[in-house]
C-alpha cells in the first residue's frame, strides 16, 4: 500500500531558536494524533537541519534537505552535497520546487542529475514539478507535467521509484492563496499514474505516492486528500505553524 504524506516546506524561515519553537509545538500537537500509514516530514534551512534531526529523534517526525548539490564533493562555493547531509542523519530531499527553478535557473537536465546523485546516496526525494499559469490557461498543462516528467526521471530504473515521491504543484497555486480545485488535483494525479504505468507498469504507477502542493490549508486539505489519486500535500504557509500543519496531518 502507498504511504500518505504530508511534508512542510519552511522555504527560508525560521532561525535557530524559532526552529526549536516549530518543532516543540509540532510534538506537542502530534500527540494527540495516531498516524496510519502516513509519513510526516518537516524541511527546515539547511543551517537547522541537524538541530531538527536532534529534536525530532524521539518523535514521528521526519527531516528533509529543501535541495543538494549534483557533484559528490569539490569546488561549489556555498553549494551542500547528499554526503553532508546524510552525516548528520537526513536522508530525504526536495527535489525541483519551482521556486528553484525560476530562481536559481534549475532545469529537468540538472534536476535529473540531483535526483541521480540522491538516489545513489540512499536519499528519499520528493520531486515537486507542475505548470505555469500560462500553460494552464493554454491548456497546455498535461503537455508540461509529461516533459518534466521524463526529462527529470524517465530515466531511472524502476527500483529507484521505491525513494521517489512526487509534488505536483501548480505554480500558479503556490503561495498565492489559490488553490487546484480537488477535481483538478484528481484529474492531474490520476494522468501522472497514467505516465507513470506507460513508462513503467500499473504496479509501480499504484505505489509511488503523489502530493499536491499549493496553498493547502486546514480549510481544504480534508476534500484535496478524500480524492483516490492524493496521497498527501507539500505544504509551504501553513507548514509554518504548529496548529495549522497539525491539523492538515489529521485531514489525511
Ligand atoms: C510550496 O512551496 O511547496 C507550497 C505548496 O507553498 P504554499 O503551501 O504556501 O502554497
Given amino acids: 500500500m502507498r504511504k500518505k504524506i504530508v511534508a512542510g516546506n519552511w522555504k ?10 516549530l518543532i516543540a509545538g509540532l510534538k506537542n500537537e502530534m500527540n494527540s494524533i495516531t498516524l496510519e500509514n502516513t509519513r510526516v516530514v518537516i524541511a527546515p534551512s539547511f543551517v ?34 547528499a554526503d553532508m547531509l546524510a552525516s548528520i542523519g537526513v536522508d530525504i530531499v526536495i527535489l525541483g520546487h519551482s521556486e528553484r527553478r525560476a530562481y536559481f535557473n534549475e532545469t529537468d537536465e540538472s534536476l535529473a542529475e540531483k535526483v541521480t546523485t540522491a538516489i545513489e546516496n540512499g536519499f528519499d526525494v520528493i520531486f515537486c514539478f507542475g505548470e505555469q499559469l500560462e500553460e494552464r490557461e493554454a491548456e497546455n498543462h498535461f503537455n508540461v507535467v509529461e516533459s518534466q516528467l521524463k526529462n527529470a526521471l524517465f530515466e531511472l530504473s524502476a527500483d529507484a521509484f521505491d525513494k521517489i515521491i512526487l509534488a505536483y504543484e501548480p505554480v500558479w497555486a503556490i503561495g498565492t492563496g489559490k ?45 484535496i486528500f478524500s480524492k483516490p489519486d492524493v496521497d498527501g500535500g507539500l505544504i509551504g504557509g501553513a507548514s509554518l505553524k504548529a496548529k495549522d500543519f497539525s491539523e492538515i496531518v489529521k485531514s489525511i
Fill in 12 to 21: 527560508m524561515n525560521n532561525n535557530l531558536s524559532e526552529t526549536n519553537e
Fill in 48 to 81: 537547522n537541519l541537524q538541530q531538527a534531526v536532534v529534536e525530532t529523534k524521539e518523535s514521528s517526525i521526519e527531516v528533509s534537505a529543501q535541495n543538494l548539490h549534483q557533484a559528490k564533493n569539490g569546488a561549489y562555493t556555498g553549494e551542500i552535497s
Fill in 179 to 223: 488553490t487546484a480545485s480537488a477535481d483538478q488535483a484528481q484529474e492531474m494525479h490520476a494522468f501522472i499514474r497514467s505516465l507513470l504505468a506507460k513508462a513503467y507498469n500499473t504496479e509501480l504507477a499504484d505505489s509511488v505516492s503523489i502530493l499536491y502542493g499549493g496553498s493547502v490549508k486546514p480549510a481544504n486539505a480534508k476534500e
